[in-house]
């Protein structure tokens, strides 16, 4: 069995609601793509920083135990979240290391990292934080960012992919098919300007541009419907913000895939001003999209 396999999915742990809701949500996950669940806690002690600031040994013990405890109490959330008919291994690694330094160099052999927007201690950076917000913008495997632990249950709704046709907006639409077909539920697929000579032009010429984009929005999701006959694809060409559209279409949707780069209405999905709103607006859980370390 090789590494990527033996990781699986990688969630991040330190005990915060964020955290908690990562740990659930990422059981889910490995139970759809039936492959292991690894709950990771990064220990972070002074001697981590430069320049090394003397620590008493108890600083260490504490830190360590309580990292332990996180990681049981994950373990614990994300055995009740499992189906009672799906089985999944379920490993757990304590590192010594910053928390995002950690999770990066494991994406390189996972699946997918997951992570909560906001933790505690070490974890707990701004809205989004700092840890979430690096191991999207560096992993190299796809990223599912988890907000709170009051997930609205939509198991029956819809995956929703922003696409803007970059190489990138491509690994988001085969994430987000994928998504779909485990789960047995629709796709949409949005595409948006956000242009501003765009939604200043006339109804008739926007008739005509949107007939075009539709055309076009419809041959790039031919060869991934004919992959994908069980999942049934709506697709949206808006005249707005893409950011906007995303928060807004998120409502109906279990989920929110967006690519780490793109290119016109979606450019720069990877916490520029679009992912970045997203990410801060969507919440319901959003997977970045990211080149694997083998691609």
Same mark, same amino acid.
């Given at each position: ?69 996180? &990681? ?90 922003? &696409? ?132």
């Amino acid at each position: 069995m090789s590494d990527d396999q033996q990781r699986g999915i990688v969630v991040a742990v330190d005990g915060s609601p964020a955290s908690n809701a990562a740990a659930s949500w990422a059981a889910h996950e490995a139970a759809l793509r039936k492959v292991p669940l690894t709950v990771v806690h990064a220990v972070t002690t002074p001697t981590a920083t430069w320049p090394p600031v003397p620590y008493p040994e108890s600083l260490a013990v504490r830190l360590e135990d309580e990292g332990k405890k996180a &990681i049981m109490h994950a373990i614990k959330l994300a055995e009740e979240a499992l189906p009672a008919d799906r089985k999944v291994t379920i490993n757990r690694e304590l590192v010594y290391s910053s928390p995002a330094l950690a999770l990066i160099k494991m994406s390189d052999d996972a699946e997918m990292i997951v992570v909560g927007t906001a933790g505690r201690g070490l974890l707990a950076r701004g809205v989004l934080g700092s840890v979430s917000a690096t191991v999207a913008r560096n992993a190299n495997c796809p990223v599912a960012v988890i907000h709170g632990d009051d997930l609205p249950d939509r198991r029956d709704a819809p995956v929703l992919v922003g &696409i803007d046709g970059s190489p990138t907006s491509e690994l988001a639409t085969a994430i987000a098919f994928d998504e779909a077909s485990r789960r047995g539920v629709e796709l949409m697929a949005l595409h948006a300007w956000s242009d501003v000579t765009i939604s200043e032009l006339p109804e008739a010429d926007w008739s005509s541009l949107e007939e075009e984009a539709q055309r076009s929005l419809a041959e790039n999701l031919a060869g991934w419907q004919e992959r994908y006959p069980d999942v049934t694809v709506q697709r949206l060409v808006e005249r707005d913000s893409p950011a906007r559209q995303l928060a807004e279409k998120s409502e109906f949707a279990q989920l929110v895939v967006v690519g780490s780069h793109g290119r016109g209405g979606l450019t720069g999905m990877l916490l520029g001003s679009v992912s970045n709103a997203v990410l801060h607006s969507v919440r319901i859980p959003v997977i970045v999209a990211r080149p694997e370390a083998s691609a």
